[in-house]
């Protein structure tokens, strides 16, 4: 079973070290100590309160659509050639990038500032884990 410091859980939670412990002084989350008797949590604890802590951002296009997986966000960058484009979006913590054509930019008025809806529906994601002490 993976543990966490208060230092990586903070990390993977977006918020900080500070957080996570008055978390655990508010009996939020639960802590125990390692082999060195510093502060871990053990990770099905932390996803657990990963998940109790999502929360989805509005979306605000009121369009019905199969696919689940919406990030509301920012557009921050636009770069368009003649057919082409790459639209760059800020979603919570995540970036997303877009590939479309040049027309799809232009008839959706994307532009940084714009608030727009990434909508990814795919059969393929890939999951990868970190190999241990690398």
């Not at 957080?19 to 510093?38: C, F, K, M, Y």
């Not at 800020?90 to 054509?101: A, D, I, N």
Request: charged share 25%; with cysteine.
């Amino acid at each position: 079973m993976p543990r966490y410091r208060i230092t990586e859980s903070a990390a993977l939670l977006g918020v900080s070290d500070d957080t996570v412990r008055r978390w655990i002084e508010l009996g939020q989350l639960t802590a125990g100590r390692d082999e060195s008797g510093r502060m871990v949590i053990e990770g099905a604890m932390l996803a657990e309160f990963a998940a109790g802590q999502a929360r989805e951002t509005p979306d605000p296009s009121a369009v019905g659509r199969s696919a689940r997986n919406r990030f509301v966000g920012l557009v921050t960058e636009v770069v368009v050639d003649r057919v082409a484009a790459k639209v760059e979006m800020v979603c919570g913590p995540h970036r997303v990038v877009s590939l479309m054509t040049a027309d799809a930019v232009a008839e959706l008025g994307l532009e940084p500032g714009v608030l727009a809806v990434a909508v990814v529906k795919s059969t393929h994601v890939v999951v990868e884990t970190p190999r241990a002490g690398g």
